[in-house]
Structure formats: structure tokens, C-alpha cells
């Protein structure tokens, strides 16, 4: 089997509300790059890779050169094609190879007749557990529904989210606020869902004195683990010597070199794999085998995934033995998706795993069009800024949080 071409198509899915983060804003929507490799025995592969627009579809048409007329067999030999570690020095295109992964994987898969987790050793389990995943948002600009700003409304939030997708593990993205304030929402947060598990990642923007005086301030509380609540390894092993519980992230630790350093000097105990950080599925099966071996925790990382990274995200969850953890995934967030048969759906805080041959997902052609028609419309947007903050630059360590009281909607386009 040979690939005949390359095809990606940016598109944009709006969330239920805007997200915010400690570097600004998902501005109400996810941009995603949807890829399709094409065969000569007519079998068609999908992936998906983060943010879109020109220069994104560039770099897949640029891939074509390299791969038409390639056995989408030879994974490996694709990795040093198109992602040869010396000339990464001049070509980053770790998160265009996962996609281009995802794809190749989906095509064997389908030509195989077997899902992509049969291909990667087997499932384990047949459905993979998620965590909430909630935010401070901002209200939906069109009908200012679903701000979360206050511990009473994020309590709500939680507490509606349990009861419809069945949710025990619940994770707060932070980094917004000052931490004082992060500290009663968690605080209040855990209270009220007592008896569940509970995972705060504020994306490394404190102090190290900042997140060990966090750290230590929910002690009580049963924390899966404390992410990144300081930039780089010194500084994780800093917090670390101070702390009592796992420190995670999806920020140091994302390739193997990373990887040994920690090991050889630990400073993270629970590493977050990314299908798309670590340059595709396998990489990821890869390091839950190193973190196996040296008994480090291992979870699921979300990015910003539609369907066809979600079911890649499954399809991992489902194979390594060392998942000791819900996974993350900010797909409930989207109030559509661009897969036949429309959304994957919860059962009891988890996904089932998709079983049917390949990446177990079929591209919906009009969603397809709709979402990128959208696109079209409204273009990218700044994730790296606040829609209400013209001007602010966050640093790091941050000491420009927003305010709580600010109660302001924004307004853009959505
Ligand atoms: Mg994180």
C-alpha cells in the first residue's frame, strides 16, 4: 500500500463557553487542523493536530513530497523522514508527524480490520475514565450563560458535570486568579464533592515559595497530584522537596531526553502523555513503558482535542498497564464535533473505546464544511491573550492576575 496524497482542512468548534487560562483565553472555540491520508488501495487515514489556518495546511501539503508513494506501514522510518532529531533544529514538526501517526495508524488499522489498540499490544479495559476538567469561564458571548468565576459557581458547574457525565475525578485549570483565591475555590470545590478525587494545575506560572505555600495548604484535600505549579524541572524538584504529594506535568517532561533527565534527577512524579506533544501515539506507549519501569505515574493529557484526537487518547488509555489516573480532556467543553454519529459519549465518568477497525472514527462530511466555513469567518484567535485584558502580559512567575470581582462579558466573535 502506498500513500497517494495529503489533505488538511482547519476548522473551528465552539465550546459552551470560553475557557480561561493562565496565558489568556480559548476565545470561545478550538482550531484544529483535520488531516486525511489518502491510499492507492483506497483506504483513508485520519488525524487532527492543533491551531490551523494557512501556514498549518502548508506544512501538510509540504509533507506530500516526503511521503506520496510511502508505505504508511513504515511508522518508524516516518518519525526520521519527517522529524529526524538533527533537523529539528531548523524543522519542528513533531505535532505534524503525530497527525500524520494518527493517520497511518488508522489506515492499517482499517486495512488490518482491527482497532488501533490491537495494533498497539491489545486493550486493557474497555473504556478509559475522564476527569472533569473545569475552568474559569467567561459567559458565552451570545446568551451569557456559563460564567465561572466564583466558588459558588464553579461548585455548580462541578456538581453539574458529575451528575451528567458521572465525573468522580475533577481537575481545576488555575493560573487565572491570585493564588489566595484559587485556594478557596479548590478549597470549596473539594468540600462540596467530598469523597471524589481531585487535580489543580495552575500551568507553572507561581513562584516556587508560591506553590509550595499552595501545596501545603491543601494537604487535606485527596489531590491525584499537584500540576505544574512551577516553571521547569529545578523548580518542580524545589517544590517537590517541600511537598507531600505527586507533583505531575505536561510542561518538562514532554520527549524522552526530558524524560531520562527525569529520572536521573527526579523532580516529577506523574508524567501527563500528550498524542500530540510526544510526536504520536506510540512515542507515548513508548514512555509509559520507561515510567513502568521506574514506577512513575503516568495520565492522559488533553490539549484541545476534537473526535478523531480523542479516540488516539483512547485508543493509548486503553493500553498502558500503569494508568493509574482519570484522563483529562477538555471535550466536554465542545458543543459539537466533526465525527459521524456526532459526539462520543460518557458513561459513568468514562468513554468507551472505540473498537471498530482503525482510529474508530468517520469524518461527518457536512460538519466538516460547516466548521470550516466557520473558520473562514472568524479566523484564528489569540490563545495567548485575554479578551478582556487589552495590553496584559502575563509573566512568570505572574503577579498580573485577573479580578475576580470583574464580572464583565466579552465581547467577540463567536
Ligand atoms: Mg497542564
New binding site residues.
Given amino acids: 500500500m502506498k500513500i497517494t496524497d495529503i489533505k488538511a482542512t482547519t476548522v473551528t468548534v465552539p465550546l459552551a463557553a470560553p475557557l480561561r487560562h493562565a496565558n489568556g483565553c480559548h476565545w470561545g472555540r478550538f482550531v484544529r487542523t483535520i488531516v486525511e491520508v489518502e491510499t492507492d488501495e483506497g483506504i483513508t487515514g485520519l488525524g487532527e493536530m492543533g491551531g490551523g489556518g494557512e501556514s498549518a495546511e502548508a506544512v501538510f501539503r509540504a509533507m506530500k513530497t516526503y511521503l506520496v508513494g510511502r508505505d504508511p506501514a513504515r511508522l518508524e522510518e516516518m518519525r526520521f523522514l519527517i522529524a529526524n532529531p538533527t533537523a529539528s533544529l531548523y524543522n519542528n514538526r513533531t505535532q505534524a508527524l503525530a497527525a500524520l501517526e494518527f493517520a497511518c495508524l488508522d489506515i492499517l488499522g482499517q486495512q488490518w480490520g482491527v482497532p488501533v489498540s490491537e495494533i498497539l499490544g491489545g486493550r486493557l479495559q474497555d473504556r478509559v475514565p475522564f476527569a472533569s476538567y473545569l475552568f474559569f469561564r467567561y459567559p458565552n458571548p451570545k446568551d451569557g450563560s456559563g460564567e465561572t468565576r466564583t466558588p459558588d459557581q464553579l461548585v455548580a458547574e462541578a456538581r453539574e458535570l458529575k451528575a451528567r457525565y458521572g465525573f468522580t475525578s475533577h481537575k481545576l485549570k488555575g493560573g487565572v486568579f491570585a493564588p489566595e483565591y484559587e485556594l478557596e475555590c479548590y478549597h470549596a470545590l473539594a468540600s462540596a464533592l467530598a469523597g471524589d478525587r481531585f487535580r489543580f494545575?495552575p500551568?507553572a506560572v507561581w513562584s516556587t515559595e508560591q506553590a509550595i505555600w499552595f501545596g501545603q495548604a491543601i494537604e487535606d484535600i485527596r489531590n491525584d497530584y499537584l500540576?505544574?505549579p512551577v516553571l521547569g524541572l529545578s523548580g518542580m524538584r524545589r517544590a517537590r522537596e517541600k511537598l507531600r504529594m505527586p507533583l505531575a506535568t505536561?510542561?518538562v517532561v514532554v520527549n524522552f531526553e526530558q524524560l531520562a533527565a527525569n529520572i536521573l534527577d527526579p523532580a516529577v512524579d506523574v508524567i501527563?502523555l500528550d498524542t500530540t506533544f510526544w510526536g504520536g501515539i506510540r512515542p507515548c506507549v513508548k514512555a509509559a513503558g520507561v515510567c513502568e519501569t521506574f514506577q512513575l505515574g503516568v495520565a492522559v493529557?488533553s490539549s484541545g482535542e476534537l473526535g478523531i484526537q480523542l479516540a488516539t487518547m483512547l485508543h493509548l488509555g486503553a493500553v498502558i498497564p500503569n494508568l493509574s489516573f482519570a484522563a483529562d480532556a477538555h471535550y466536554h467543553h465542545l458543543v459539537d464535533d466533526i465525527i459521524e454519529g456526532g459526539k462520543f459519549e460518557y458513561e459513568d465518568g468514562a468513554i468507551r473505546v472505540p473498537t471498530a477497525p482503525g482510529l474508530g472514527v468517520k469524518l461527518n462530511r457536512d460538519k466538516l464544511a460547516e466548521y470550516s466555513e466557520l473558520y473562514q469567518r472568524l479566523g484564528s484567535y489569540p490563545y495567548d491573550q485575554d479578551p478582556l485584558r487589552p495590553g496584559w502580559t502575563p509573566l512568570v512567575p505572574n503577579n498580573r492576575w485577573a479580578d475576580p470581582a470583574d464580572d464583565r462579558s466579552p465581547q467577540i466573535p463567536f
Avoid: M, P, R, S
Wanted: proline share 0%; charged share 40%.
Fill in positions: 494545575d500551568n500540576e505544574d505536561n510542561t501527563l493529557h
